[in-house]
């Protein structure tokens, strides 16, 4: 009996030991392909931006092999914990409310939001002000908990991509659209017709609803997973990879402080 209850306890170190040193050699990626400069489709299909370029560069780093899932924004954490794919990279706040459904790397970027709107167009972030405002946000980003939160007297018109949003803020339906600054820049400005926009407000950047930056989500069993990300995460920033690739899309560094 002593026998093979030691046995027992050997098999279940063993079984604890090869969960702990799973390498993760194959790696399922969920991207988005629809929020430049981070992502976006090319006319073939193909995914193109800084988040690819760094979940390109993190596999290489880890010597896994990724294979990238292009995925809509709002079904991102359903198709995480249905298993569609092991981790998503595509610019997620690190958020108290994701956090109790997923766990996250360190961050990998962090962009304040901005408000957009046609030149000189008035803003002011209080209640009063902003009753009947309307405020174009992506669906369940941090950008629409802020302004849900914030100021629940605006008229808030949710959107699958922004892309949609900037349509009909050129077409007067919108008076602001509310988005990462680096993607406006990319997303909205430097497009035909965008230099007749511009920022207005302040940057927002409160760890309430804009969290602690953009990381890597993955499921809360997958720690192993996690841990690899951040070493990697690490290793970029050292190596200069991190900041080629940076370059390639920023005029500054979009890590953060």
């Not at 956090?99 to 962090?110: A, L, M, P």
Request: glycine share 8%; with cysteine.
């Amino acid at each position: 009996m002593k026998k093979m209850v030691l046995a027992a306890a050997v098999l279940a170190v063993m079984s604890s030991t090869s969960v702990m040193a799973k390498e993760w050699k194959q790696i399922r990626i969920g991207v988005e392909g629809a929020y430049p400069p981070f992502s976006w489709t090319e006319p073939s299909g193909e995914v193109k931006g800084f988040d690819i370029d760094m979940a390109n560069a993190l596999c290489a780093e880890m010597k896994a092999k990724c294979t990238l899932v292009k995925q809509d924004w709002d079904g991102m954490i359903p198709a995480l914990m249905s298993r569609k794919f092991d981790a998503i990279i595509a610019t997620m706040d690190i958020t108290e409310e994701r956090k109790q459904k997923v766990d996250f790397s360190q961050k990998y970027q962090h962009v304040p939001a901005s408000f957009a709107a046609k030149k000189g167009t008035e803003l002011k972030l209080d209640k009063e002000f902003m009753n009947g405002k309307v405020v174009g946000v992506q669906r369940a980003t941090s950008m629409d908990s802020y302004i849900t939160d914030n100021f629940p007297n605006a008229t808030i018109k949710r959107y699958g991509t922004y892309d949609e949003a900037y349509l009909d803020l050129k077409a007067g339906r919108l008076n602001y659209v509310l988005a990462d600054s680096a993607a406006l820049e990319s997303g909205l400005f430097q497009k035909e017709g965008g230099d007749a926009y511009a920022f207005v407000g302040p940057k927002l950047s409160d760890p309430k609803w804009f969290g602690e930056g953009a990381g890597i989500a993955v499921r809360k069993a997958d720690k192993d997973l996690k841990e690899q990300f951040n070493k990697a995460i690490l290793a970029l920033r050292a190596n200069g990879k991190y900041k080629e690739i940076n370059d390639k899309y920023f005029k500054f560094d979009v890590y953060g402080n």
